[in-house]
T-cell receptor
């Protein structure tokens, strides 16, 4: 149980285009989803936290107009990287909290999406 | 500031034991997590400690000392599949996870 999927697993796009990444909880309802970015040999960096039906909460330094997050249902959250640039190339990982007051206690990670912007 | 320190890389031999250390400094503390991450994959949960002491789970054990801001992950009977990065993450008073950069563990035959 507690499986999280991400699509696509990898994507290559041209600079200036937008890319959408989907995160789905397959067998549970995720009231909270987290989006992370990980550069090579670096730690996970939390970008934003999204709760179903409300606006995402972005971490300091993350541009909310560039990284659009939508959490329209209890099983789906999307991250859209708008006007992508080569410096946005990274490994993007989502995770889903299984509920409760503190979802960070129990979060399940998706397999990640490798974004390369040329 | 909040900070997590763990070694960048370690090498061990198949069948041996290895200990990966982690020190943390956080604003408040609500537990310490260890995750395993194979290259190009997402992290998978290994352990959670909130009280001092050793938690054993099969070949993996995790230890916490809150007074020292210190934890370690102990891996026994190493197998080649244990080659991965091991991430230490501490939860602060706001229940936010502060992540370490990970320790890349290389297992040699």
């Amino acid at each position: 149980g507690a499986v999280v999927s991400q699509h696509p697993s990898w994507v290559i796009c041209k600079s200036g285009t937008s890319v959408k990444i989907e995160c789905r909880s397959l067998d549970f309802q995720a009231t909270t989803m987290f989006w992370y970015r990980q550069f090579p040999k670096q730690s996970l960096m939390l970008m934003a936290t999204s709760n179903e039906g409300s606006k995402a909460t972005y971490e300091q330094g993350v541009e909310k107009d560039k990284f659009l997050i939508n959490h329209a249902s209890l099983t789906l959250s999307t991250l859209t990287v708008t006007s992508a640039h080569p410096e946005d190339s990274s490994f993007y990982i989502c995770s889903a909290g299984t509920g409760g007051q503190i979802p960070t206690y129990e979060q399940y990670f998706g397999p990640g999406t490798r974004l390369t912007v040329t | 500031g909040q900070n997590i320190d763990q070694p960048t890389e370690m090498t061990a031999t198949e069948g041996a034991i290895v200990q990966i250390n982690c020190t943390y400094q956080t604003s408040g503390f609500n537990g310490l997590f260890w995750y395993q991450q194979h290259a190009g994959e997402a992290p998978t949960f290994l352990s959670y400690n909130v009280l001092d002491g050793l938690e054993e789970k099969g070949r993996f054990s995790s230890f916490l000392s809150r007074s020292k801001g210190y934890s370690y992950l102990l891996l026994k009977e190493l197998q080649m599949k244990d080659s991965a990065s091991y991430l230490c993450a501490a939860m602060d008073s706001n229940y936010q996870l502060i992540w370490g950069a990970g320790t890349k563990l290389i297992i040699k035959p």
